[in-house]
């Protein structure tokens, strides 16, 4: 019995340095951790990266470009409308205007604006009085014609000249008689002005002090009495 009891002790010695020796050898292994079923994708900052597309410049300025930042000065205004008027009556100044759009965008704007606000009160005179709409519009016709006749005179020589000369001069005549006969319409029409203006000055001065009154009640707030 003394012997069996010694066996017994001494195994339970043995399992016991077995099982401290396991421990230290599982204590000495990196730490083993649980995969998961995605361990193996690849994380998004893992991913490798989308190549961004480089940054374009901006459309050149053209025609479309100039007129558009044209109108957005003037709101109120048709813009179809608008530039379908300039086409058909400055056709000259609306080739220059698109030339220097594509190097100039700056001049061709301005250029444009100044078009744009002469022919909004051309189109305004359009309805309002026909008669000297078509006046300006023939005036501008003739001053026109009158610019490449004197372009043509420096290019001939001789009896083709004179003609040139005789035909430049006939336009000026006319052009100076509408220049006059605008002239006079103004004037008259300031001196219709200036007669209404006289007789509101008459009448005023007629009724002042029923116009005194009038403001002193405004003024102090006593007008209810003189109401109907």
Not at 157 to 175: C, D, F, H, N
Not at 207 to 217: D, F, G, K
Request: with cysteine.
């Amino acid at each position: 019995m003394k012997h069996a009891a010694l066996a017994l002790s001494a195994l339970a010695c043995t399992a016991g340095v077995l099982v401290s020796l396991a421990a230290a050898q599982e204590s000495e292994r990196p730490e083993r951790r649980r995969r998961s079923p995605d361990a193996d994708k690849p994380r998004a900052a893992d991913a490798e990266p989308v190549p961004r597309l480089p940054q374009l410049p901006p459309p050149p300025p053209d025609w479309d470009y100039v007129s558009r930042m044209t109108f957005a000065r003037f709101p109120e205004a048709d813009r179809e409308a608008t530039l379908l008027f300039i086409h058909q009556h400055f056709p000259r100044e609306t080739k220059q205007i698109r030339l220097a759009s594509a190097t100039r965008p700056d001049r061709a704007m301005e250029a444009l604006t100044d078009l744009v606000h002469k022919s909004l009160g051309l189109l305004k005179t359009q309805q309002e009085n026909p008669e000297l709409f078509e006046k300006l519009m023939r005036q501008h016709r003739l001053e026109r014609q009158a610019q490449s006749l004197a372009a043509a005179v420096g290019q001939t020589q001789g009896e083709s000249q004179k003609k040139i000369l005789k035909k430049l001069q006939a336009v000026l005549a006319e052009a100076f008689e509408i220049k006059q006969s605008l002239m006079k319409d103004e004037l008259e029409a300031l001196a219709r002005g200036v007669n209404d203006l006289r007789v509101l000055v008459e009448k005023r001065e007629q009724n002042r002090q029923a116009i005194i009154e009038r403001r002193l009640s405004e003024l102090t707030g006593n007008e209810d009495w003189m109401r109907w």
